[in-house]
């Protein structure tokens, strides 16, 4: 017999009360004057010994009442092959938890632990009666059945079973598994069969069971393999062009306890390796390699970075990317009455870009701006609008934060108190006036310092040998907005020779917004008819623009998928394809202005998907490897042990298997009987030894008057 709660056995301190009550309670003789002694009848001899053995009795209960209840508070559970003789050790109904995380394809002397589980599973099912009822619940992925089946039925949901993406917890298992059991009103017992894997035993969650079944834990595997990994995959490059060069970083990890020396990966893009690179990587430490490639067209491109060395998890030695290089960039043009766009629409004009991306534009008044949907378009580019209602403002505050770009430029007649109230909305600085004169002939200023490290300018100035310095256009400034920078997410871009801004990021959420102190206009600046307004409006649009990409961060293989809808068509229904041809399906939603796709369950293995919208292929998307199955790592079945009984409050037992063969299978059960809760019991008699004195000392009472009165 065991307990579970053994600090509870502390108490029995308390059964020494009853007996120093009996030794130490004792009554001083009173001396009562009497006249004369003819009414005191003599004491016989058999009523003092009656008494002293009915005080015996009560202090005999008293005792064995206070052991029994302290004893059912430390919950006694009764073991091995006396349980069975008692008759709990076959339970009718069976909890089976196996996992079947990626971890369970590691491989030893025994075999894969997967394959290992699954004949130990089958071991215990084999034990049971036809008649069991069993709930089979899987690792990763939801409960093959939602209520108990039949033994036969497990069986073959056992046979099917297969290795899968997206674990749980093992104490979130256990507690499916709990409910799961509990619909059958008839004794219960879990089986936990898993590597212990310690990433599987953190659950923040410590949600018990609401009752504490008998839970067995079967360890399998137990080695810390050597394994290497992929953890994250990253382009370095805002602004991506056809023909320009794109930087791919990926972060390599040594989960094993051994140094790996010369690990290489490689790149490959539009299924063609492009790229290879080779690093050290010490015993649990990280690394990261340097890709550059070229795409050389439009779309979105496929990539893989794979690792080359062969180890414990080969699945994890892949991580799939998704390069978007754009065919076409809307832009949404809101121009003021007075405002001059002409400029602006030739440097986008098609004889300008030539065989360069291909821009839709747009243009509107700013009168037609609430009613516009700004979703639909990559940037917003504001010219010289008069004012802005706190509406339009919210608007282009919460495009902004969902990932849209914004490109700014004021007008001679705006509204300065309404450009600041949507300076403040996106945490930019202070608007203090204009300095200038509009169409003046002396310029304030020229374009200045730039902050040549910034994406923005990447590749557009290029150093001539001999040269210290970028030589770059100096255009004249004639008129421009007096900005002062705050103290949010911004910096300067582009000084003016007067130590004024000219060109300001706002970083606002998820997205940016480049504000201009000069607008596209000779009555303000000689920039327009120079040629660096061309390339640096292009680049502009770039960068703004590639918050979109920056939003779709990459998917887990196993879990739910969100993946935001731009340009996708509002009466389709989003479709994700998998590189197997399974089809996932999912409604819209909207959140703010922005629209996604809520895939659930979402894709099952790592890969490419094709978002479609009919048979149109709208985007592609990367669904990788989750990181956490990379560690190996076991936990220790002791501590595994205290860890579960924590989190789920079962009463969980350690069952060492040496062989995943039926025979071993059968022998290990046939030794470790789960037993029977005994606590009930304890209670049942400490009520009865309860009941017991009170009717003994009634019955002395009773005794004690009649004895009186005669």
Known sequence: MTFLNPLALLALVAAAIPILVHLFHFRRPQRVAFSSLVFLKELQQTALQRLRIRQWLLLLLRTLALVCLVLAFARPVLRGPLASWVGGGKASVVGLVLDNSPSMAVRDAGGAYFTQARVIAAGILAQLDPDTRVCL????????APEPVPRSVAEEQLRLLAIQHGARTLSAALRSASACVQQVQAPAVLYVISDLQASM???SLEQFVPEPLPTLLIPVGGQTPANLAITAVRIANRIIEQGQPVQIEATLANFGTAAANGVVATLALDEQRVAQA???????????VTFSTTPMRRGWLPGIVELLQPDALLEDNTHYLVLHVPEVRRLLVVAGAQARTDYLELAFAPEIRQDRVRFEITRIDETALPATDLEEYDVVVLVGVHDLSSGEVAVLMRYVAEGGGVLFFPGADG???DYQQLLTALGAGQIRGFVGNWRGAT????FGRMDLAHPLFEGLFVRLPGQREVQAERPAVYFALNYAPGQGVEQTLIHMSNGLPLLQEVRHGQGRALLWTVAPDPAWTEWPLRGL????LYRAVFYLAGGEEALQRTLEAGKPARVRLQSFPAAAIPELVGPDGQVYRADPERRGSVRWARFEPGPARPGIYELRAGDQVVQRVAVNFDVAESDLRPESP???VRQLQAQTGLSVTLLEIPEASPPVVAEALRKAQVGVALWNVFLGLALGFLVLEMLVGLRA???TVTTGNA
């Open 137 to 144: 619940v899987p690792v990763a992925g939801n409960a093959i």
């Open 201 to 203: 035993l953190v659950d």
């Open 278 to 288: 080779s690093v050290d990587l010490p015993p649990g430490g990280s690394a990261r």
């Open 415 to 417: 509204r300065l108190a």
């Open 443 to 446: 310029p304030i200023a020229t």
């Open 533 to 536: 307004f061309v390339p640096l």
């Open 638 to 640: 002791e501590v595994a």
């Open 701 to 703: 009472r009773v005794e």
